[in-house]
């Protein structure tokens, strides 16, 4: 058999996050880092997998054919690949009809949350031919704009019931003054689109969002990015009862800080004029790692 290679990249939302699952428009970009799968003939009678996190493997099950669970270093997720691999072999049982050995490998660390659920449900996809929405719905949920971060080619729009509208480009007068820091606490996407379901929105709020999201995607300077980063704050720190991350941990800053993703650890979006100054004062806050738009980007 073969040895056939799939890859998918990982996923940050720049604008639209938790009102996308309300429908709103959302702004995200892909990658650089991502997943890889590889199919190769099995050794034993069954369907091997096994999960990488750079050279470590962290994840081993082994199914029957029947996709029984045989062995399993971790139950939970072997329940989860079950579900996934039985709503597959609904339509497509010949994919389960020899030994194969699936090896997944991420070329980040799992715990910076960029991405290993959405690239998993992507590789499968494009294993199987199978929707990888209709994957999404039936396991971890959500809005699907990560699935849809797994195959793009640059940054772009996304709705919940449009999926891909469009695609632009960041210019370098934006892309060159934004740094992405880890705050140190990966938040479980899962129970963060659960919670959101009891917060009340209005039109006018996701009329809002969609506004930023626009113009965001339009703009070229700085400063009306950083206006657009603060006028979302406001907007989701009224909506979810929260305070901003920049007025909790971050009020000596000079420019802009927003939220990436579910509000409470995951990444942050901070502006500045110079990168070395910035990064010197992350680092002094102890949070790390740090990035350039340059070393995410696809």
């Known amino acids: 058999m073969k040895t056939i290679k799939y890859s998918a990249s990982g996923k940050l939302l720049l604008f639209g996050e938790y009102l996308v699952l309300r429908n709103s428009k959302c702004l995200a970009i892909p990658l650089s880092f991502g997943q890889e799968l590889e199919i190769h003939q099995g050794v034993e009678k069954g369907i091997l997998i096994r999960s990488f996190e750079l050279e470590n493997c962290w994840l081993e099950i082994f199914f029957s054919k029947g996709l029984k669970i045989i062995r399993s270093n971790d139950n939970e997720k072997a329940r989860i690949i079950q579900n996934l691999f039985s709503l597959i072999k609904e339509k497509k049982p010949e994919l389960f009809s020899k030994d194969i050995y699936l090896k997944f490998r991420l070329n980040f660390q799992r715990h910076l949350g960029l991405g290993s659920s959405s690239t998993l449900l992507s590789l499968l996809s494009q ?102 980063m603060n006028e979302s704050e406001a907007l989701l720190s009224l909506i979810l009862k929260e305070y901003p991350v920049k007025e909790k941990y971050f009020g000596d800053y000079p420019y802009s800080i927003k939220s990436l993703g579910a509000w409470g650890g995951d990444f942050i979006m901070a502006s500045c004029r110079n990168i070395d100054e910035a990064e010197n004062y992350f680092l002094q806050k102890q949070k790390h790692p740090i990035f350039t738009y340059g070393e995410l980007i696809k």
């Open 127 to 228: 294993w199987s031919g199978f929707d990888p929405y209709y994957l999404l719905e039936k396991s971890f949920g959500g809005s699907g704009y990560d699935i849809a971060a797994a195959t793009s080619a640059g940054p772009f729009i996304y709705s919940a019931n449009n999926k891909m509208e469009r695609h632009f480009v960041l210019p370098e007068s934006i892309t060159r003054h934004l740094l992405f820091i880890y705050l140190g606490k990966k938040q479980k996407s899962s129970k963060e689109v659960a919670a959101f379901k009891n917060k009340k929105t209005t039109g006018q709020q996701i009329d809002e969002m969609n506004r930023i999201v626009t113009k965001a995607a339009r703009c070229h300077d700085i400063e009306e990015w950083e206006e657009l």
